[in-house]
């Protein structure tokens, strides 16, 4: 199993570059951040000091979207940094959350995001598409590669994961969730004529490593918020008893109105609704044994890469801690 990490582009982005290089050291594969902005600072930028000071992490936005930047733009931007640093960029999308609310703008739709995946993928690997129109390729483009990795919960994405991309992102680390979600992009691939087995599964939620589950979980309940948003646009599509897990529905229905300033943070008061059973089964809590137990559970449901979010008082700490689960998964 392949490890990552998931940071926000807090201030100052030398922390941001610290703690990835922190975790390239100690055995990570792959650096991920939020693209949202607004509420933290532009990604890309920090991408390519990430890569200059690591040696073998491949860096993404969990996630970026189909409608805050022109496709070509998305597309030059990791083609730039893989024709600097040696193709070790991956590109997470979904259809937008809070970098689409914050600015007034609904997310995507699914059509819009399968079209933006094709014409992103294309272009930075060096091939002309038809974009606005217009036939466009970039000519400086030379052996490109852009994996096009898409965020998912309901039927219909996932579906739409199975028949297009290069990898799926679960953020969630429920198994029976994992279980679902994976069988049904497995599907969809075979369907559509194409090798589930060649799909990457990515599973990303918080894990904080230690005895003070209590503490944990407060440090923690922020993700369930998180995913919250998600599930609720789940269920007005779908009801709550339609085909998504009642694993990924039920907890909601105290639900209130979500402040995004606090978003993706411990101690976010929009998501006392989240119950502590949820934070245990949505995240990794609890001693080393705990996480290994999981993690292992993960993997033999065909999880290939786990990548933990770092939003929470002891990241160094989960760091160290993970340098020796990574050994032992």
Not at 19 to 43: C, H, I, N
Not at 127 to 144: A, F, K, N, S
Request: charged share 20%; with cysteine; aromatic share 8%.
């Amino acid at each position: 199993m392949d490890f990552g990490v998931v940071l926000q582009t807090d201030p100052p982005a030398s922390e941001v570059v610290r703690l990835m290089k922190a975790a390239d050291d100690r055995g990570f594969t792959y650096g991920w951040t939020f693209d949202s902005v607004v509420l933290w600072q532009e990604p890309f930028v920090i991408f390519s000091q990430i890569l200059s000071a690591t040696r073998h992490l491949t860096v993404g936005p969990m996630v970026t979207n189909p409608s805050t930047r022109d496709w070509s733009v998305t597309a030059s931007l990791f083609a730039t940094l893989n024709d600097m640093f040696g193709n070790r960029t991956v590109c997470g999308i979904g259809r937008g959350d809070s970098a689409r609310r914050v600015i007034g703008q609904p997310p995507a739709n699914l059509a819009t995001l399968r079209d933006a995946m094709h014409v992103i993928k294309e272009l930075a690997e060096g091939r002309e598409v038809l974009h606005h129109d217009t036939p466009v390729r970039i000519p400086w483009v030379r052996d490109g590669k852009l994996e096009m990795w898409m965020a998912a919960y309901g039927p219909k994405a996932l579906k739409l994961v199975g028949e297009q991309a290069d990898g799926f992102i679960l953020q969630t680390a429920d198994p029976a969730i994992t279980r679902w979600t994976i069988g049904a992009v497995r599907e969809a691939a075979s369907a559509a004529g194409r090798d589930p087995d060649a799909i990457t599964m990515c599973v990303a939620a918080p894990a904080y490593v230690g005895d003070d589950i209590p503490h944990q979980r407060e440090q923690l309940r922020w993700f369930g918020g998180m995913v919250g948003n998600h599930v609720a646009d789940l269920v007005s599509r779908y009801g709550d008893s339609g085909p998504v897990p009642h694993e990924l529905t039920d907890y909601i229905k105290g639900r209130q109105a979500y402040d995004y300033s606090h978003h993706g943070r411990a101690g976010n008061p929009s998501t006392d609704f989240v119950p502590d059973q949820i934070v245990d089964r949505f995240c990794l809590v609890g001693p080393e044994s705990a996480h290994i137990e999981r993690l292992q559970e993960l993997k033999e449901l065909g999880v290939h890469q786990f990548s933990l979010y770092l939003m929470h008082d002891q990241r160094d700490e989960t760091l160290n801690a993970y340098s020796k689960i990574i050994q032992k998964v």
